[in-house]
């Protein structure tokens, strides 16, 4: 027997909530993502999800927190997984970096960060949050790397807070389509900076 239709101001799950979102970003951009919208994709009224989320700000924000949750399982089966550091390192890289132009986590990523000058003490707090887990993880890796001896022995969190913002300025660049950034060009740059910064004579 199906499922009884859910009413209009019933309340879906709030992860099917932030699926729905992050979907109409893929689709249709920053610009397509209204409440009225969202509310007639989900079922809902643009009142009631305002009742659930307070501001569009805080809807983005919750929206990027799960998608990074996601991304930060990612990134944890990887780092763990098998293989030489370097390899783990260039799996990192992988996942950090736009898929391409309009990459929906990245179009949300950045226009967080563009809200965020009106941010409240909290939400700066988690966007630190997301911010220093990715830092965290790479800075181990390179240490392991440097113990393992397969980098050079450097101060780990300084490289990588460079590498990251390497990365960060090159996936701008790819996630509004800069002439000249793809995606493939960029990682054959960031790679040429490791090999010169991590991997050259120790």
């Known amino acids: 027997m199906p499922p009884a239709p859910r009413s209009r101001n ?4 709030r992860e099917d909530l932030l699926a729905a979102v992050m979907a109409t970003v893929a689709e ?4 397509g993502l209204t409440m009225a919208a969202l509310g007639r ?7 009631h999800l305002l009742y659930y989320f307070r501001t569009k700000d805080e809807l983005l924000l919750q929206t990027l927190e799960w ?12 780092l763990s997984g098998p293989g030489t550091v370097r390899e783990r390192l260039d799996a990192y890289v992988a996942l950090y970096l736009p898929d391409g132009h309009r990459d929906p986590h990245w179009t949300l990523w950045l226009e967080v960060w563009n809200r965020s000058r ?3 003490d909290d939400a700066r707090a988690r966007q630190a949050a997301i911010e220093g887990a990715w830092h965290r993880d790479l800075v181990a890796l390179l240490a392991e790397g440097g113990s393992r ?5 450097v101060d780990a969190d300084r490289a990588a807070t460079r590498l990251r913002a390497l990365l960060d300025g090159f996936s701008v660049h790819v996630a509004v389509g800069l002439p000249g950034t793809s995606r493939n060009q960029v990682l054959e740059r960031v790679t040429e900076f490791i090999d010169e910064t991590l991997t050259g004579p120790h």
């Open 118 to 120: 009106d941010a409240d």
């Open 41 to 47: 994709e989900v079922g809902m009224s643009s009142g």
């Open 28 to 31: 249709r951009g920053l610009d």
């Open 67 to 78: 998608s990074e949750n996601r991304l930060g399982a990612e990134r944890r089966r990887l």
């Open 10 to 13: 019933a309340a879906p799950p």
């Open 149 to 153: 001896g397969e980098f050079r022995r």
